[in-house]
């Protein structure tokens, strides 16, 4: 089974500080990973994945993300925090060789509040 | 590209009755297509998984007579919430992808979600 953690319900962060929202995660594969983004009353938008290749993923709106096999973790990461950036963010797995299912399971959510 | 809608963004329904959600992939085939449920402040929780021309997998504890999913198409999946009540009322999203092998092959297009609202 897989399973992702996102250990903090709420991060806060001032404008113009760089910005971290947590994310591990349990495959008993290798596993595809994705960060997405939710406003309220909206489905999901994208910010970025990793799949294979490089570690440090970069994405949409100036996020990034570092795939850590070690310590299972895949947190997402931002320089410079912008009032905008204020959402819900959502950390999900795949399990790269579960080719049937292909369904992703999600953390609870982190919601990242910033201040002016 | 990779744009999935959904129809309609909310619905407001008398107890007792059934309400159709669709779900369509607009620039893409999708041979599977995925539908969740979120409760409020809390994540997405999947319900079904839907291939096309074929029956929909259930996740554990989802009642399939009462969420019908059909995909006829490979741009259409649509769940229908029969005899709903109040406690089916939730923010249901879908998600499609990509049949094809390509860039986006691993990657899950969502829809902007619909708001189900059972009084």
């Known amino acids: 089974a897989q399973s992702v953690a996102q250990p903090e319900d709420q991060v806060n962060v001032a404008e113009g500080n760089p910005l971290t929202v947590k994310c591990t995660y349990s495959v008993s594969g290798n596993p595809y990973l994705f960060w997405y983004v939710q406003y309220p009353n909206r489905g999901l938008q994208f910010l970025l994945k990793y799949i294979t290749g490089d570690n440090l993923v970069k994405g949409s709106y100036g996020f990034e993300a570092e795939f850590n096999k070690s310590q299972t973790s895949f947190h997402l990461k931002k320089p410079s925090a912008l009032v905008s950036d204020s959402a819900l963010y959502f950390c999900?797995?795949?399990?790269?060789?579960?080719?049937?299912?292909?369904?992703?399971?999600f953390g609870s959510g982190t919601r990242l509040q910033v201040q002016p | 590209g990779a744009v999935v809608s959904q129809h309609p963004s909310w619905v407001i329904c008398k107890s007792g009755t059934s309400v159709k959600i669709e779900c369509r992939s607009l620039?893409?085939?999708?041979?599977?297509m995925f539908w969740y449920r979120q409760f409020p402040k809390q994540s997405l929780m999947l319900m079904a998984t839907?291939?096309?021309?074929?029956?929909?997998?259930?996740e554990q504890g989802v009642e399939k007579d009462k969420f019908l999913i059909n995909h006829a198409s490979l741009t259409l999946s649509t769940l229908t919430v029969t005899s709903a009540h109040p406690e089916d009322s939730s923010f249901y999203i879908c998600?499609?992808?990509?049949?094809?092998?390509?860039?986006?092959?691993?990657?899950?297009?969502f829809g902007p979600g619909t708001r189900l609202t059972v009084l």
């Open positions: 999900a797995v795949r399990d790269r060789y579960d080719t049937g299912r292909r369904a992703l399971t």
């Open positions: 839907s291939n096309e021309g074929s029956k929909a997998t259930y």
């Open positions: 620039d893409f085939q999708a041979t599977t």
């Open positions: 998600s499609a992808n990509p049949g094809v092998v390509t860039s986006s092959y691993n990657e899950q297009f």
